[in-house]
């Protein structure tokens, strides 16, 4: 086999990777459903090769989504000299649901690819974390009087509330409007922050 041969495979091989990639990319942006079918239809190649090229639908989006990410930081630009815990942490709960929102399908297929497999958890980007720790870290001193347990306590609480799966549940099971479940969970998030600030003998 010839070194021209060689590097024609290669090149063969990172083009129709990237054609995967990028047609998962566009159905993110679409807003269109994300599955391995229609990613290899919409890439013009089998189902069998896109899965010979990504394991399993979480990884694939996990690359397609890498470009879609944001730093905790810039997303909390609008509270960045704010001293207020419950109004950076309502800052970081509505930024977080509002990228849900607008990503939501890739969002549910990451979440159905990875929640009846927990070793593939992993894929996921967990931005929650990133945004909760921004968030808190700035005004952690305010939570000393509430004892030690307090704040990473709370951190645990607003994983829950400041997450995907609680605007699924609001919108899906709650039939809320979206935008009222923005609001509920960014409530929620304030109403448990508030609650950490309290004195631990309150």
Partial sequence: MTSSTTTGRANQKRRTHDAIVRAATELIRAGSEVTMPEVAKAALVSEATAYRYFPDLASLLQEAMAGQLFAPA??????????DPVERVAAA????????LTYQ?????MIAATITRPPEAT????LRFGLIDEALAPVA???EAAGPAAL???????????SAEALFCLTDLCRLDPEDAI???VH?????????LRPSDQ
């Fill in 74 to 83: 810039e997303a909390l630009e609008s509270v960045a000299d704010s001293r």
């Fill in 105 to 109: 399908a890739v969002v549910r297929a």
């Fill in 93 to 100: 709960a509505e930024y977080l649901l509002r990228h849900v």
């Fill in 188 to 196: 929620t998030a304030g109403v448990l922050t508030q609650a950490a």
């Fill in 123 to 126: 894929a996921r980007p967990g």
């Fill in 152 to 162: 990473p306590q709370l951190k645990r609480d607003l994983a829950i509330v400041v």
């Fill in 183 to 185: 609001a509920s969970a």
């Fill in 141 to 143: 001193d305010a939570f």
